[in-house]
Structure formats: structure tokens, C-alpha cells
């Protein structure tokens, strides 16, 4: 199996299209190049060749007419492109390519297209991006095809080594996002959600369902915390559906029990967003208070 990208400088796009590849085939052999003979002999092309078609593993998005734009605006790339092709099979389904696309391959993929996502606030000043720390390994003294080429692939190995993380990531937000519906389904009464793990995405899930205020999980620390579901509707960023109680803001340990009567409160943010207690039964007794507050 042969990899062709281009020989030369490098980008982002290039970078991880040829790291999805390694991760759909492993021993595969990587070659950068621009010469004919050596693209038209190779098993799978990115990003050169002027040619965008899947059946027969030509992934490039060079042409005049580019190789396709998202609904959303965003052309493809050809880490987009190849992200596309096996993206779904790599990260266990649609659901889950779908957030690495999102969090991953749009921001590549129109950054080495020239769409930007935001514009800069301040005068000579724009955001590092990945392409910034993949050139910081290239330096002046890598000025002959050999040291480009060990310099590319460090950095491929890092975006392979990346891309397995955020597939892991989006598995288990796929996972986290069915757990959190199952106990939304479940709750009698849909402003408070109790659920007996915690699940790091609950605010993502939630914010769909316009009847919940209050969320209660357990912490690492073995502790119960008793979340506010943020309010999308409000430009503050931070606001809540319902915040805790003012009087709770920044109080802890006695003064937060004497307030509230909840004898293993333990702790109330300043910024009403969240609370804790010692015990499920203690942020149930907080949850309470606030819904009738």
C-alpha cells in the first residue's frame, strides 16, 4: 500500500489526511512527491494530483472548481475529503465522525482553504493555529527532501496520535449523549435530572430539553454536585435557566449549611452555576430549595 502527497512544504491539510490514512492502514507506505509517474502509481493520492475521486483513492481539492463545499459554507479539504470516506468507519459511526468534522477537520479544512471562522479583535494580532505548531518543528537548517520528509512525518505521527484521542473522545460522547437521554426519559420530573455517574457532555445534551433547570452527578472526589443547565436563549454568556439562590453565592461549609438546613453542604459558586454536597441525598435537599426558591 502507497501513500502519494506532495513533496515540499507542508500544511495542517496534508499533515492529517495522510494520518486518517495510516489509521486505515498502518503498514502503509508514505511518499512525497509531485512527479506523474510516481502519483499515478500510488494506491491512495491527498492533496495532489488535481483529482477528487473516491472510487479510485484520489483525494485532492485543488482544482478550479475545488472538490465540494458543506451546507454550512465550508469547502472540503483533503483531510475533509478523506475524512469523508472512512471517517465514519474509524470513529464507530456517523454520530461520531460528525463531531471530529466538526471540531477537528472543518477548522482544517477552512483555514488551508483561506475561510475564516473568526475575526481578529485586536490590530496585528490572530490566533495560533495548529499549522503554527506543526511548523515550529521545521527549521532553516531542514533544507533538503530528506529533512522535510522526517519533519513531516513527526508531524503526521502526532496527528495520528491526535486523531485517536478525539475518536476515543467522540465515542465516548456518543455513549455519554444516549446515557443522558435514557435518564432524562426516565426522570419523573423532567427540571431536575439525577444521574449516578457523571457524564462530561450532560450540558450539550440537555440544553435540548427546554423543561429542565437542574442537573445532580456525582464527582470524582466522591462528592454530589447540583448543576444549573445553561440558557442558549440569553446572550450572557454563562447564564442559567435558573441560577442557585443569591444568598448561596460563594458561602461554604457551616455558613452554607446554616443557610440552607442541608447539614453536608459543602460548597456554593459565587457564580450560582453549581453547588455540592457530601451526599446525593444532601444535593437532592439542595435541588429542592432551588426549585422552590
Not at 509531485?34 to 492533496?47: G, N
Not at 475521486?53 to 484520489?58: A, K, V
Not at 485586536?122 to 515550529?136: A, I, T
Amino acid at each position: 500500500m502507497k501513500i502519494v502527497t506532495h513533496d515540499s512544504s507542508f500544511h495542517t491539510d496534508d499533515i492529517f489526511a495522510v494520518a486518517v490514512l495510516l489509521l486505515k492502514f498502518p503498514d502503509a507506505e508514505v511518499v512525497r512527491s509531485r512527479k506523474p509517474e510516481i502519483i499515478d502509481s500510488a494506491d491512495y493520492v491527498v492533496d495532489t494530483g488535481m483529482v477528487y475521486d473516491p472510487s479510485r483513492n484520489r483525494f485532492d481539492h485543488h482544482m478550479p472548481e475545488g472538490a465540494g463545499v458543506r451546507g454550512n459554507g465550508i469547502p472540503y479539504a483533503s483531510f475533509g475529503l478523506v475524512w469523508k470516506q472512512f471517517g465514519e468507519e474509524l470513529a464507530g459511526g456517523k454520530r461520531g465522525a460528525d463531531i471530529i468534522d466538526k471540531k477537528l477537520i472543518q477548522p482544517t479544512d477552512s483555514y488551508d482553504n483561506g475561510v475564516a471562522l473568526s475575526t481578529s479583535n485586536f490590530k496585528g494580532l490572530r490566533e495560533y493555529v495548529m499549522y503554527d505548531f506543526f511548523l515550529s518543528y521545521l527549521t532553516q537548517t531542514d533544507t533538503t527532501n530528506e529533512s522535510i520528509y522526517s519533519v513531516f512525518m513527526n508531524n503526521v505521527k502526532i496527528a495520528r496520535d491526535l486523531l485517536e484521542r478525539e475518536i476515543l473522545k467522540a465515542k465516548e460522547a456518543v455513549r455519554g449523549e444516549d446515557t443522558v437521554r435514557k435518564y432524562y426519559e426516565l426522570s419523573e420530573d423532567k427540571r431536575l435530572i439525577v444521574m449516578d455517574e457523571n457524564i462530561p457532555n450532560w450540558r450539550e445534551v440537555l440544553t435540548e430539553m427546554l423543561e429542565v433547570i437542574y442537573v445532580i452527578h456525582p464527582r470524582s472526589d466522591g462528592q454530589w454536585t447540583l448543576g444549573c443547565v445553561p440558557d442558549l436563549s440569553k446572550s450572557d454568556y454563562g447564564a442559567n435557566r435558573k441560577s442557585l439562590p443569591l444568598e448561596w453565592a460563594g458561602k461554604e461549609g457551616r455558613e452554607l449549611q446554616d443557610i440552607t438546613g442541608v447539614n453536608d453542604a459543602v460548597f456554593a459558586h459565587r457564580n450560582r452555576f453549581m453547588t455540592a454536597a457530601k451526599t446525593k441525598e444532601g444535593a437532592l435537599a439542595l435541588a429542592k430549595l432551588a426549585l422552590d426558591a
